[in-house]
């Protein structure tokens, strides 16, 4: 189903225009039209939903399965062996286009690009509390 105001649902009518790496039944996959690296790719469900967790999982099973194929072939023809594959929910994480999309983006030595990874550690005993909470959560 499309969502009437989502430009991604427009790409996949055809009303947007792409350039169009592969496509199947259920997805698409195209170029960022602005690409952080050359071969920056988009990945998507042809079938609109806003967030990861929001997809059918055989629909979001089946893309997961087209990335391999689609990270060698951006690998290849941009002559590295390195991405990263970034794939935001939410505006607080970045997410521009509220139709799910995942990022691949090959990565070069010295690509200015940079990665901020603010890395922080538990006070004691918060760990096994977030991670308690984690798993009731699950239940
Ligand atoms: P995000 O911030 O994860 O939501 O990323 C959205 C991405 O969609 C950005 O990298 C945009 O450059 C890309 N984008 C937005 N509109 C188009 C479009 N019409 N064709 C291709 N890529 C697009």
């Known amino acids: 189903m499309a969502a009437p105001n989502c ?6 009518a055809g009303k947007i225009p792409c350039l169009r790496v592969y496509e199947d039944p259920s997805v698409l996959a195209f170029l ?36 391999p194929p689609l990270a060698r072939a951006v690998l290849k023809v941009t002559a590295t062996d390195s991405y990263n594959l970034l ?9 521009e286009v509220p139709h799910v999309h995942f990022h691949i983006i090959p990565r070069k030595a010295a690509d200015g690009l940079g990665y901020r990874w603010l890395a922080s550690s538990y006070p004691a005993g918060r760990g096994e509390e977030i991670r ?8």
């Open 132 to 139: 308690r909470q984690l798993v009731a959560a699950l239940a």
């Open 32 to 67: 960022d039209i602005g690409p952080l690296a050359e071969g920056h790719l988009l990945v998507i469900p042809k079938d609109h939903a806003e967030r990861l967790e929001d997809m059918p999982t055989d629909i979001l099973a089946h893309l997961v399965r087209q990335l």
């Open 87 to 95: 794939q935001n929910n939410g505006k607080t994480s970045g997410q």
């Open 7 to 12: 430009v991604f649902c427009k790409i996949v």
